[in-house]
């Protein structure tokens, strides 16, 4: 007997369960890294906005503060020196102490460290900027900001090993609990967070200085790349022609986009600074190495637009008579200006979030005072989230995270912005 | 007047002369019977007209703010005392500056040499502005009328203003080669700079890096160590952990989203995973600093008991929290979108006669993948991976987050080490002298980042266009 033949069939058919099987396998890792991928996103964006919300609240306490001109030595309440340099700590810690009903020092004392009494005091300067007359030798309830150790303390009440209570003597945490237990002590909106500059204090410290920083750099960036690019964009595609100092300028244009931004801050500090001498930390000079780092993206984009409009629009300008210019002008760059401007967009959204560059040239620097233009020292949002975190204090960073929230929701605005330009503008030919 | 001031008086002025020329040029059109007369449009004889007032006016007030203060320098000078100039450079630029102080009134010396000198610094400034103000109006009112009575209907004035703009397109795009250039120059002259105080070749293969220098001068030992391979290990050893998480996630991601996916689940997708690319890297570091690396070193904290539990000999873990692999599985995660769409498009290349043809032959979808379309795509991928490379090698903020400053030679992921990137900037925050080998040493690893992130993107791009010309 002869042995049955082995048909191709058969050995097809034996190993078609493994191959499925291989096939099925493939499919999965497929689906596994997208999946780890939104895992990512979601994991990353939870525990973000999860950190941030509270950077957003802080803790204040209901205290009534005599207003006493002789306590806080200002004598004529229309001078505005002796109100800037009137002594509102004292009142603060004297209502601290009618709070708290203390009269030893050692508990003086203690009470005196619940509260920020200096952040408390500003804040009675700015009201008594507005109108001293009114409220001076007055008694007035005021809601003063909380030492940052409470504040880390009550938002964390709760959690497993009570963080932040070792802070506190026995006599503190029952003031601190009673306080909470009449509603004189409140989580409130931080405004302090969008009304400042930055503060060597935590619960002072926020984010106006830097949004402003950032508003004149992206200003710079903005009427610098914007024309520079365009005007690129328009001479590789529309007049260029085809030699090799052409070739050079595609070459180095591809080439910047991929250098690492590091190295243009290298050239911002060698150049900008040293050579030509700008002054340091400056929304200038960050604009300028900024500018040079966007650049190839809106060129990129631009020619894509640029490219995307019909020759034949060109020709029916030509045969009307039209110069190169008015062709260029008048036909190729509105047809193009939706395609360049999402381009822009989206450029200028990646220099908002930059921060390499900008830590080369100074302006990861402590500056409290708010710019006013583009040569004020300034820093910007990454590089306040940038000193924020490195700075050892906790407060600080709660109110890193809580920059993140608003860096992010910037980009989120400008994206969208872009993606809407996109949809609404552009022209499918 | 204030420099703002007089720039808004020149706009004011050029705009002038271009309507007051348009206008010139339409009435001459008139007496000779119609626009038709003219060469070309009248908006181009006020353009031109503007250009002409426009750009010398410009170049006079930038030659001048650029030149005013050193020229002003040298006026300073001649009232120091003969010892006073005689001092060392560094010292002048100190007196220099105390006189500055003083001019802006922010210092309280009381030298009433020095203040008679800073008077005098003021009076040239005021005179220098003054005399700018006057220049730049007076040549602006004798050109806008020299452009008015040049103006004749048959002037080219068309052309010469196409000329003036292809001129000034030309001198925008080749801003893109006077960058490259910069980034060379300022590279490269401290480099050298610094290779005349460290040898190269104990810069390269220097095992120690140590860039702590004394202050002083004449202390003993003053010289840092500059061995830079602890660094490189460092960089690659990061680089690497993100390639392992980026280069298969991205790359099965893409496969998977341009063979099996829906075009519903790819338009959802897709845009979400572009997500991780836009959110800037300081989100990324923080996330990595706060976040991964306690999660990391807790995690495996626990797993280093178990493990001596188990009587195995190798000790409890030990895990720095400013671990390598940390900052690496982060940047992975950044860079994941990176390599999906640069893969996606060149799977999506790959023609669908290939795909047909596997078909046909009785493979499975993943058959055609694996040994289809994988080989085919091979360049284009393996470009793709090289351009993640590079972007991993240069990333700074999150190795600066995240990752210590301490450089081990080590390759152990959960040790501390340190990158380049986090070299450069922890020796450039601070003092800015051009002259101490600590500042010199972060442009010298500039240039080696430079270098190798140029030759990978060199290399990337060329291995994509060579793959693109085969099936165009």
Redesign the interface.
């Known amino acids: 007997m002869t042995k049955p033949e082995i048909k191709t069939i058969d050995k097809?058919n034996r190993t078609l369960g493994k191959?499925?099987r291989?096939?099925k396998?493939?499919?999965l890792?497929?689906?596994?890294?997208?999946g780890?991928?939104?895992l990512?996103?979601l994991f990353?964006f939870t525990?973000?906005i999860g950190?941030g919300l509270s950077g957003f609240t802080y803790h204040y306490l209901q205290i009534s503060v005599e207003m006493d001109a002789t306590t806080l030595e200002i004598s004529d309440t229309s001078d505005l020196n002796q109100i800037l340099a009137g002594n509102y700590s004292a009142v603060v810690k004297r209502g601290a102490y009618e709070y708290f009903d203390v009269s030893s020092r050692r508990d003086k004392s203690a009470a005196r460290k619940l509260l920020s009494v200096d952040g408390t005091g500003y804040l009675l300067q700015d009201r008594f900027k507005v109108d001293a007359k009114e409220i001076i030798n007055t008694k007035s309830m005021v809601w003063a900001l909380v030492d940052d150790k409470v504040d880390f303390y009550l938002k964390r009440l709760g959690e497993p090993g009570e963080p932040g209570k070792h802070e506190f003597s026995e006599k503190q945490l029952q003031w601190i609990h009673a306080a909470v237990e009449s509603g004189d002590l409140q989580k409130r909106f931080n405004w302090a967070f969008f009304n400042n500059g930055d503060s060597a204090h935590s619960e002072e410290a926020g984010i106006r200085g830097a949004v402003m920083g950032s508003f004149y750099l992206l200003l710079v960036t903005l009427a610098l790349s914007f024309?520079?690019g365009i005007?690129?964009a328009?001479?590789?595609e529309e007049?260029?022609p085809k030699n090799k100092w052409t070739d050079?300028?595609e070459v180095?244009?591809?080439?910047?986009a991929?250098?690492?931004?590091?190295?243009?801050g290298?050239?911002g500090?060698?150049?900008f600074?040293?050579f030509f001498g700008f002054p340091?930390s400056t929304p200038l000079v960050g604009g300028f190495v900024l500018t040079?780092m966007t650049?190839?993206t809106i060129?990129i984009s631009s020619r894509a637009s640029i490219k995307a409009v019909p020759p034949s629009i060109r020709e029916a300008a030509y045969g009307l008579g039209s110069?190169?210019?008015q062709v260029t002008l008048h036909h190729v760059l509105p047809l193009a200006m939706p395609g360049m401007l999402t381009g822009t967009i989206i450029g200028l959204?990646q220099a908002?979030?930059?921060?390499?560059p900008l830590?080369?040239i100074?302006m990861?620097a402590f500056i409290p005072e708010v710019p006013t233009g583009v040569s004020d020292p300034a820093t910007a949002l990454?590089m306040q989230?940038?000193q924020w975190?490195r700075n050892a204090d906790a407060g600080f960073?709660e109110k890193?995270?809580a920059a993140?929230l608003v860096?992010?929701m910037f980009?989120i605005v400008m994206?969208t912005l872009a993606v809407w330009a996109r949809r609404r503008l552009e022209r499918r030919w | 007047m204030s420099m703002s001031m007089l720039f808004l008086v020149m706009l004011v002025g050029v705009a002038a002369t271009f309507y007051f020329c348009r206008q010139r040029s339409l009435s001459l059109a008139s007496e000779l019977g119609g626009i038709r007369h003219l060469h070309s449009l009248p908006v181009f004889y006020g353009v031109q007209a503007a250009l002409w007032c426009a750009i010398p006016c410009l170049l006079i007030f930038g030659l001048w703010v650029v030149f005013d203060d050193a020229i002003i320098r040298e006026l300073t000078l001649q009232y120091l005392t003969e010892e006073q100039r005689s001092l060392s450079a560094n010292e002048l630029q100190l007196l220099l500056s105390t006189i500055e102080s003083i001019t802006t009134g922010s210092s309280t010396v009381n030298d009433p040499q020095l203040i008679a000198i800073s008077q005098h610094i003021v009076d040239f400034r005021s005179v220098s502005n003054l005399a700018l103000s006057i220049t730049v109006v007076c040549s602006l009112v004798g050109l806008s009328f020299w452009a008015w009575f040049k103006l004749k209907p048959e002037n080219k004035a068309r052309s010469n203003v196409e000329r003036c703009f292809m001129l000034f397109l030309l001198l925008c795009s080749t801003l893109a080669i006077f960058t490259t250039v910069g980034i060379v120059f300022s590279v490269i002259f401290e480099s050298i700079r610094f290779f005349q105080i460290v040898p190269i070749q104990e810069f390269i293969f220097g095992t120690q890096w140590s860039p702590q220098l004394s202050i002083r001068a004449d202390q003993v030992g003053s010289s840092g160590a500059f061995g830079a391979v602890p660094l490189f290990t460092g960089t690659l050893l990061i680089s690497a952990i993100a390639m392992l998480v980026a280069v298969p996630t991205g790359l099965m991601t893409a496969i998977y989203l341009s063979e099996y996916a829906s075009s519903r689940v790819r338009s959802v997708v897709k845009p979400i995973l572009e997500i991780l690319a836009g959110i800037p890297t300081v989100v990324y570091g923080f996330f990595a600093a706060l976040t991964i690396a306690p999660m990391i070193k807790n995690g495996l904290h626990g797993l280093g008991l178990d493990i001596a539990f188990l009587g195995v000999s190798i000790g409890p873990l030990e895990v720095s929290g400013e671990s390598a692999l940390a900052a690496g599985l982060v940047m992975g995660v950044m860079i994941i979108p990176f390599v999906s769409s640069l893969s996606d498009d060149v799977i999506n290349a790959v023609p669908q006669s290939l795909r047909d043809g596997a078909y046909g032959l009785g493979s499975t979808q993943s058959e055609t993948i694996k040994k289809v379309i994988f080989p085919a795509a091979l360049p284009g991928i393996v470009g793709a991976i090289l351009l993640a490379v590079s972007r991993a090698i240069g990333e700074t903020m999150i190795v600066v987050m995240a990752v210590g400053t301490a450089a081990k030679l080590t390759f152990n992921p959960l040790e501390s080490v340190t990158t380049v990137t986090v070299q450069m900037t922890t020796l450039l925050i601070g003092d800015h002298e051009f002259d101490s080998a600590k500042t010199l040493a972060a442009f010298a690893l500039g240039l080696v980042l430079f270098i190798i992130t140029l030759g990978l993107n060199f290399i990337a791009l060329n291995i994509v266009k060579k793959y693109r010309e085969q099936y165009d």
């Open positions: 097809v191959r499925y291989a096939e396998r493939f499919r890792y497929g689906m596994l890294s997208i780890f991928g939104l990512c996103v990353l525990n973000i950190k024309p520079i005007a690129t328009i001479y590789l007049y260029a050079l300028i180095n244009i591809n080439n910047l991929a250098v690492p931004s590091i190295i243009f290298l050239l500090l060698a150049i600074l040293a340091r040079l650049l190839p060129i110069s190169k210019m959204a908002l979030g930059e921060s390499a830590l080369m100074g990861a990454p989230i940038f975190f960073s890193a995270s993140i860096l992010l980009l994206n």
